[in-house]
């Protein structure tokens, strides 16, 4: 009996699998999970399921950079691939070549995800749209030189507002080179214009894959110039048209969006003037209203009339000058008299004159004994006159 | 609305009349300072119209050739 390694039994194994012609090619339905794209190697790796069974499979960089959409969990496919066995491990898995979503479609699920990618950097969102100028001096439109686009949008500016000028970036709107196409136009007005138009007449689906374009929603997303984009498909907005500042269903609709018209324009000017007239008309007749009533005042009919007034003033306000200076006169002699009856009671005479006496020595007064020698010569004053005397002996206490 | 020569865009003309015409309506503007407002006002409407009417549509084409600008 023959003893195997386990590699050598995993290579048998995995020969006999690659050998098979059943099973290379196959085709396999089923859903993704755990789907995993590793960066570094490009690799997709994931696992294959339907309800009773999975299996693990490989999609490497060179055929999964090939798919124009991402492959996510929960998705249901069909791929097409080879079955083999992974050695290290002795796992049997498959290696997919190719991968077709079911039910949307491979171009419906790319151009889902392209619109969930640039939703989510910001480029659709409503904040960050431009005003469109109310009265713009250089429209710049980008279309086909061909299509009925540029005519419409020509003919509804020349009858709506000739007061513009015109700029025309001519651009592919179908076709491989159509994305770069508008892109280029776009960058070539931008900055030129006060708003750019972009679109094309209606057309299929098909025809519209310029207006779904990644390259060409950054660059109206990053365009300084409002743009407003009609593409032309009612039903199903392009990525185009979600990312303009301004979206509407026909060229026509875009150059009437862009402009104001000339007669409202002028009707709106006749109103301005109307409101200014009347304006003025009102000043002028309050102005007028005001002077009448200062015509007809008292003063300026009779000037002498102000003079009497002021008269009649000057005469009250002396009167009652005169009044408060009478007052405070009176006021003023009935405080002196109090003082003078304060000042009498207080008087030395008047003690003297109820039987007191002040005793003197040359200019002092004697209040104290001590002050006093025998011999002395002093002065006792009284009420009516004074008597000279001198001091014949002293004693102390009483 | 055509290039800028001496005269103002309409859009600054247009600005300039709006705001002529509030003021007058607020109404505590002086006579004399009414009376200057309402005659620009009036000139400037009146130039204004004469852009309209008189303008004619121009369109000029750029040359595809100008790669990256």
Redesign the interface.
């Known amino acids: 009996m023959q003893v195997l390694s386990v590699a050598q039994l995993n290579r048998y194994v995995k020969s006999l699998l690659e050998e098979d012609r059943k099973l290379q090619p196959v085709f396999l339905r089923g859903e993704i999970s755990s789907f995993h794209h590793h960066s570094r190697s490009g690799h997709c790796y994931f696992t294959l399921q339907d309800r009773e069974a999975s299996v693990r499979a490989v999609m490497f960089r060179g055929q999964a950079e090939g798919l124009s959409f991402q492959p996510e969990d929960g998705m249901q496919v069909v791929v097409r691939a080879t079955v083999s066995l992974y050695e290290r491990e002795g796992s049997f898995q498959i290696y997919v070549s190719d991968l077709i979503p079911e039910g949307e479609g491979t171009a419906a699920v790319a151009l889902r995800q392209r619109r969930e990618r640039l939703a989510a950097l910001g480029v659709f969102d409503l904040e960050r749209k431009r005003q469109i100028?109310?009265?713009?001096?250089t429209v710049g439109i980008v279309t086909s030189e061909n299509g009925a686009a540029i005519g419409d949008m020509?003919r509804t500016?020349?009858s709506r507002?000739?007061?513009?000028?015109?700029?025309?970036?001519?651009?592919q709107v179908q076709g491989e080179e159509a994305p770069e196409?508008l892109v280029?136009?776009l960058?070539?007005?931008d900055g030129c214009c006060d708003v750019i138009l972009i679109g094309r007449g209606g057309g299929s689906s098909e025809d519209l894959s310029a207006f779904n374009d990644e390259a060409l929603a950054m660059a109206v997303f990053r365009c300084a110039t409002p743009v407003i984009s009609a593409v032309g498909h009612e039903q199903d907005h392009t990525i185009c048209d979600l990312a303009a500042d301004l979206r509407v269903p026909t060229p026509t609709a875009a150059a009437q969006a862009a402009v104001p018209s000339?007669d409202e324009?002028?009707t709106g000017?006749g109103r301005?003037?109307g409101?200014?007239?009347g304006?003025?008309l009102f000043?002028?007749d309050r102005?007028e209203k005001r002077l009448a009533v200062v015509k007809s005042a008292k003063v300026v009919k009779n000037p002498q009339e102000l003079l009497k007034i002021q008269a009649e003033r000057l005469s009250f306000l002396r009167e009652s000058l005169y009044n408060k200076q009478d007052a405070l006169l009176r006021q003023k002699g009935m405080e002196v008299a109090r003082l003078a009856s304060v000042l009498d009671s207080l008087s030395p005479l008047r003690v003297l004159s109820r039987g007191y006496s002040l005793v003197e020595r040359g200019e002092q007064v004697v209040s104290s004994v001590h002050q006093l020698e025998a011999g002395d010569k002093i002065s006792v004053r009284f009420s009516d006159g004074i008597a000279r005397a001198i001091v014949d002996k002293l004693e102390q206490g009483n | 609305?055509?290039?800028k020569k001496d005269t103002v865009?309409?859009?600054q003309g247009?600005s300039r009349?709006?705001e002529?015409?509030a003021s007058?309506?607020e109404?505590s503007?002086e006579?004399e300072t009414?009376?200057a407002l309402?005659t620009e006002?009036?000139k400037l409407?009146a130039s204004?119209?004469k852009?309209?009417?008189d303008?004619?549509?121009?369109?000029?084409?750029?040359l595809?050739e100008?790669?990256?600008?």
């Open positions: 100028p109310r009265f713009p001096e020509l500016l020349e507002c000739p007061a513009v000028k015109v700029l025309f970036a001519p651009a196409s280029m136009a960058q070539a007005l000339r324009l002028l000017l301005l003037r409101r200014m007239a304006e003025m000043l002028l102005q | 609305m055509d290039k865009s309409f859009e247009m009349l709006e002529i015409v007058l309506e109404g503007v006579l009414a009376m309402f006002g009036a409407s204004l119209e852009q309209l009417r303008a004619k549509l121009t369109v000029e084409k750029l595809p100008q790669k990256q600008g």
